[in-house]
């Protein structure tokens, strides 16, 4: 299931109609800032959340966390910003990310900071390719 602005999805509407896929994946309009669909086992958010400041990325966690199932996970991929300060390619998101949108790219901490706030618990931190890295979490009792 794909949720993504209605416009957004009319457009996907469109050309899933061609693919193959079509059939696995349902396309879901709406706005994750207030609700995303209800009973999901697992909740991926990809390069969402560095898109928004704190406050709004609280509320699209908080917003996975009431849709979620009780025994649900939460998978955000994003990069993060090294501590201690290291050279890396994060810092240059992090400013495009300010200039563009006033968001930011974050450190771990700052993340599991952000997902416990919002009643998710980290679990697990997997780096996979291209400086990302899988933060695993899981509803918080
Ligand atoms: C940076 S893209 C990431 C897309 C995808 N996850 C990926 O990894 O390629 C951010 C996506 O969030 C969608 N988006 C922005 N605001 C939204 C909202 N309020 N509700 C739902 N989707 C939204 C955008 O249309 C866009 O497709």
Redesign the pocket.
């Known amino acids: 299931m794909l ?3 209605p416009s ?1 999805i009319e457009g996907a509407r469109r050309h899933l109609s061609d693919s193959p896929f079509a059939g696995r994946i349902e396309l879901v309009g ?4 207030t609700e995303v669909p209800k009973g999901g086992d697992l909740y991926l958010l ?3 959340l560095h ?1 928004w400041d704190d406050e709004q990325a609280a509320r699209i966690l908080a917003a996975c966390r009431r849709a979620a199932a009780p025994e649900a996970r939460l998978l955000v991929i994003e990069m993060l910003l090294p501590e201690p300060w290291a050279p890396s390619q994060a810092h240059l998101y992090d400013l495009a990310m300010l200039v563009l949108f006033g968001a930011r790219e974050r450190t771990l901490s700052q993340y599991r900071d952000l997902l416990r706030a919002a009643g998710w618990e980290l679990e697990s931190v997997t780096p996979v390719s291209g400086d990302y890295n899988v933060l695993q979490a899981v509803t918080a009792p």
Request: charge should be neutral.
């Open positions: 949720l993504d602005r957004v709406g706005d994750f800032l990809k390069w969402i898109g």
